[in-house]
Every structure is written in C-alpha cells, then in structure tokens.
C-alpha cells in the first residue's frame, strides 16, 4: 500500500534547482553530489575560474615554502592536496586551500627545533586531531573566540611575516625571532645599500610590494590577471637580463621530495615540545580554515559551510600532507576570493586547481628555477600587510575601545612571545573584559524614615565585592534601626557575593537593635522578605513580625488578615508558596475565593504572572460560548495566556488550533 502524497505547504521554500537534494532519510550528510551541482551551473565558468585560483595560488604556494625555510616543492604538494583531495570534499563549497602565509612563522620556528624530517609526523598528528574535533562535534567551538582575538592574532601573523620577509627581499637572511628582526632593520638598510645586486633585489622586490597593492585599480580587462604572476613575469624578466645576478629559486623533483615518516619521526611525538607544536598547529590551522570559512560565506549566496565537515576535510588534508611530509594547509582567503570573483559555483573549480598544479610542477619545473626569491619575498610582505590591516585598529576603537585593548594585546603577545602563547593571552584578555562587563553593578541608596534602603541592580561576580562591601558599611554607618536590601533586580549573584551578603544580614540581626529586610533575586519586586529565622507554620508560609508593615499571615490558613491602621496590604500573586529562608512567601490562593469575573485576559496576559489554577476555576468550569457543530471540538475556549499576537490573530476562528483547550 503506498502513502498518499503530501501537499507542499504554502509557507515551505521550494526546491532549489540549482542544488538539488537528496530525499530526506538519506545516508548522512544530504549536501548535492558534485555532479548535481554541476547540473545548475556552467562548465566553462568553472574551467576558467580553476586556471585564475591556480595562478593566484602557484606564486603562493612557493613563497610560503620558502618563508617557511622548506623546499618549494613541499609547498607545491600541499597546494596539489588542498585541490585534489580537500576540494573533492563537502564542507565549504568554494573555499580554497592549500599552504597558508599565516603559518609560515610557525612552521619555520618547527623545522629550525626539530628539523625537516620531524615536520611530516607535526603535520600528521594536527591533522588526526582535526579529524578528532570534527568527529566530537566541536567544529563550531571555533566560532565562540572573541573577534578581537582573531583580528590580533592575524595581526600578530601578519606584522613578523612582513618584518622577517624583508631579508628575504633584500636577498639577505633574518637574524631570527621577530624582535631580533625588528631591531636589524637599520643594519639591513646599509647592506641593501652597499652592494648593487642587494639593490636591485630590493628595487625588485619593493615593485613587486608596489604592483600588489595598485594591480587593481588598472583599468580595463588586464587588472583581471592575478597581480603576484604579473610580478613573478616581471621578476623573472629582469632576472635574465645579463649582469643581473639575484637569487632565484632552486627546484628539485617533485617526487624526490616525498619524505614519509619512519619510526624514529613517530617515537618523537612522545617529546613535550613537540606535542606542544602539534597543538599549535591544530589550534592555529583549524581557526584559521573556519574564519576563513566565515569570510568567504559574506562573499556569496550559495550553499553555507558546514563547520565540522569543514574541520574534517581540513584534517584528512593535513593527514595526507603529513603522510607526504610536506607543509600543513589551511583554508586561503586570496585563493578563496579569487574562485569567488571568477564566478566558480561548485567544487569543480577548486578542485581542478589542483591538477593544473600538479601538471606545471611535473611538466615545467624548469621554469620555477627562474622565478627571483625576492618577487616571492614581495608578494608575501603584500599579503602581511593584509593579515595586518593596520585600518582595522582605529575603527574598533572607535567602536569598542574595550575590544580594540583586547586585539592590541593579543598582536603584541604574538609579536614577543610565540604564537600559541600570544594566542592564550590574548584570549585570557578578552575573558577579564566579559567579566568586567558582566559584572556591572549600580548600587543606590536612599532612605525612608526609619529605613535605610540599599538597592542593587546589574550583576555582581567576585570582582565586585570591594563595591559591596563598601555599600553594605555605608547603609549600616546610617545608624536606622531598619535595613531594606533590595536585590530583586539583580540578573546575578555569585556565591561570593551572596556569602558576604548572608554574614551582613547575620551579623546585624545578631545585635538585636536591627532589623533587616532581605529580597533577593527572583521574588517580585518592592515584596517584603519574610524575617530569616521566623516562625514557619505547617502550610510552609513564614509569617512576618508584627509592625514589619505587612499583614500577617494566620496559623491556620495562610490567609492574610486585614491591615493594621496606617498598613497597605502588599500586592502578592497567588502562586504557589516557596519556604525558602529570605525569600517571598505569598500565601495560597483561598478555596473560598472565586475568580474575580470582571478580570480580563488581553494581550498582555502573555506576560503576567498567572496562575493555572485561577483559570481553571473561572473558565474551564464555565458554560462555553462556541459551538461548532462537532461533539468531539464542541466545547473549547482559547489559552488566555497566549496573547492575540501569539495566536497570530486567530482568536475568532472556528477550527481548534494548538492552544485550544479541551472539555472531555
């Protein structure tokens, strides 16, 4: 027998057909298939954009190796990897990977510790642990880190990339840690100066910084060709011109250079100091696929990126890049960017990125010993100052000065310390300043003839206790024989502050010449606490000390007797009573008592107290005012808890919805 087919609702979005689904109940992740993905877009496109991702990423690629004081065709592989297998992935549907400018720092600080041949088994083991995260579900756990932390940790990137690729642009080398660096600028001036291949190196390579930042704006259909190959064209020109001699690059075969690891590799994992490094690879590589992730999401309307598939392409990625000992990958903005704007929209552009690398590296290795070091050096100080993005530092402050702190430190950590650890300060920074800002509290004081109030609202941590205390010594120096504490306005109350509020509270009615009134988070507003110690009788209501101004509750009922001269009743909502110590008490709604017939329930029912049991009385009891025709829906009124907004404005239809309720 076969299921009768289900209309579509009007309200349910149709089908996409551009990207097609798979029928719901299918086996796992239900993202379109490459070939389904290729059904709503054009092939052409797709080609064309794959050759402007593998011209943007060739120039990369081998500048990042060599940054990295790797071969360059390590970073070939990883480029290759990040195409063939990453780009075959689910995940993200346009975004690039491949090695990254951002971990070039980091992987050159691994190879000078452990060496070359360590560096396949880091990479390995980051990747196993992205896989691990992916599998646990905690791709998204990325997206909790604070903004500020991740603009300063690129900065903190980007600001050492740009000062230790300088050397590289001079044909010189850097001296070593980022502050070593900074300080051998001026030396590295007067060697640039004093030998005429050092300039014309740093003529080049400060043209091809040049050509970087104003390739765009060049009118017409040129300014489409990626601006790092122009430089690279350019460099390798002047390279063969005679009398020019400049370092170019030194290309091996790109087989040759396959390191698997041993088992000497793998015994090392056990040193702390590499397992210290494997953590900063996975840490640093995955925030930065995600982020990236996040980014090139705002780029386009296509399908969003799923974090934790993201995560475990990212991971066996890196695992085959480990396998094959060459550098770890990450997502790529230029990459990224670059498919975008060529129009690509599936995989297949990325992808065939890939194999265009693969091809050049195998076919033509000749012509990447032509390619100037110094080109490469400029092309990656160009994308430093990117990671920088020195304008991002006056607009957060003049949006959060709190945030733009929190940033500064986090570049600062970077730049004097180690990546992992600027990271970790700079996180530890962002956490002090939530805290600060969660822990915001407003303290008044006033006083009513023979009480002295104290009012707090806000919230209070630890962190605050000086203020309370201070609050709490100044309503005790008034020297009234009545104290008011009105926390009921607090959205939070640590234990520590709470601690320090109970031993006041005990301390001033221990000396017996004050009384003290205690409402704490979570009672209504301007109710008076029941005395703490008071009498409690058995239907569980504390009953208040004559002249505390509240009527008194009677032994036997719990039903407030009428007012002393001089005394308001308070207004308190029957609900159900609560026993605790120094909290408000109501006492229980009267048998005898029937719901008041005049009150109405509008709108604003939805957000009053209400007790279920006085609608009960006054109107499930009651004779109904529809009849629809049916025995089985014939006796129904509407929840007056929702309001008619809540209902969507249903209030007078004829057919029983879900907030009908029932006479059985």
Not at 280 to 290: D, G, M, P
């Amino acid at each position: 027998m076969t299921s009768p087919t289900r209309k579509r609702a009007r309200h349910a979005r149709p089908p996409s057909k551009t990207f097609p689904t798979r029928p719901a109940g299918g086996p796992g992740d239900q993202r379109p298939t490459l070939a389904e993905e290729l059904r709503g877009a054009s092939l052409v496109t797709e080609i064309v954009a794959s050759f402007v991702v593998f011209l943007v990423a060739l120039p990369l690629c081998i500048g990042v190796a060599v940054a990295s004081g790797a071969s360059a065709e390590l970073g070939i592989i990883s480029g290759v990897v990040g195409g063939l297998i990453v780009g075959l992935m689910r995940g993200s549907t346009l975004q690039v990977s491949g090695p990254a400018a951002g971990l070039a720092a980091l992987v050159a600080e691994a190879i000078a510790a452990h060496g070359a041949a360590m560096l396949g088994v880091i990479v390995l083991a980051t990747g196993v642990l992205q896989i691990g995260l992916a599998l646990i579900k905690l791709g998204r756990m990325f997206q909790a880190i604070s903004v500020a932390v991740v603009q300063g940790m690129l900065a903190g990137i980007g600001l050492p990339l740009m000062i230790s690729q300088s050397y590289v642009l001079a044909d010189s080398k850097a001296p070593g840690t980022p502050v070593e660096n900074l300080l051998g600028l001026p030396n590295l001036v007067d060697a640039a100066l004093s030998s005429s291949n050092a300039l014309i190196a740093t003529a080049l390579g400060l043209a091809t910084v040049a050509l970087c930042f104003v390739w765009k704006k060049v009118p017409g259909p040129v300014a489409k060709v990626p601006a790092p190959l122009v430089a690279v064209a350019v460099g390798m020109a002047v390279a063969a011109l005679p009398g020019v001699r400049i370092n170019t690059l030194k290309v091996g075969d790109l087989v040759a250079s396959v390191h698997l690891p041993g088992a000497a590799e793998f015994t090392s994992l056990a040193d702390p100091a590499v397992l210290a490094t494997v953590l900063t690879f996975t840490v640093i590589a995955s925030a930065e696929s995600l982020f990236t992730a996040a980014a090139v999401d705002r780029m386009h309307s296509g399908p969003r990126t799923r974090y934790n598939t993201e995560l475990l392409s990212q991971g066996v990625g890196n695992t085959v890049c480990g396998t094959l000992g060459a550098l770890p990958m990450t997502a790529v903005v230029a990459r990224s960017s670059a498919n975008v704007q060529a129009g690509a929209r599936t995989r297949l552009s990325r992808t065939l990125h890939g194999l265009w690398l693969l091809g050049f590296a195998i076919l033509l290795p000749g012509l990447l010993a032509l390619i100037p070091i110094t080109v490469l050096a400029g092309v990656l100080v160009h994308s430093g100052w990117k990671l920088l993005a020195p304008e991002q530092f006056p607009r957060l402050w003049k949006q959060d000065k709190g945030e733009a702190v929190v940033m500064v430190v986090t570049t600062l950590a970077i730049f004097g310390t180690a990546l992992l650890e600027g990271v970790l300060i700079g996180l530890a920074a962002g956490v002090v300043l939530a805290v600060l800002r969660m822990s915001r509290t407003t303290v008044r004081h006033s006083t009513d003839g023979d009480t002295a109030k104290l009012t707090m609202t806000g919230s209070a941590t630890f962190i605050r206790l000086p203020q309370l205390l201070d609050a709490l010594d100044a309503v005790a120096a008034t020297g009234s024989p009545r104290i008011r504490l009105d926390l009921t306005a607090m959205t939070h109350l640590d234990h520590a502050c709470r601690t320090q509020i109970d031993e006041f509270v005990a301390q001033q009615r221990k000396s017996g010449t004050v009384r003290v009134e205690l409402l704490l988070p979570g009672g209504p507003k301007d109710a008076p606490a029941a005395r703490s110690g008071g009498p409690v009788p058995e239907n569980g209501v504390p009953v208040a000390a004559p002249g505390d101004g509240v009527p008194v509750a009677a032994p036997g009922d719990g039903v407030p007797g009428p007012p002393r001269a001089g005394e308001e009743w308070a207004d308190l909502p029957y609900l159900a009573a609560r026993s605790a110590a120094g909290r408000v008490a109501a006492p229980p709604r009267p048998a005898s008592e029937r719901f008041p017939p005049d009150r109405e329930f509008d709108g604003a029912a939805a957000t009053e107290e209400f007790d279920v049991g006085e609608w009960e009385e006054a109107y499930v009891s009651e004779t109904p005012l529809h009849d629809i025709g049916t025995a089985q829906w014939s006796q129904h009124r509407r929840d007056p808890r929702r309001s008619n907004a809540a209902r969507g404005g249903r209030h007078a239809a004829k057919a029983p919805g879900p907030d009908d309720v029932l006479h059985q």
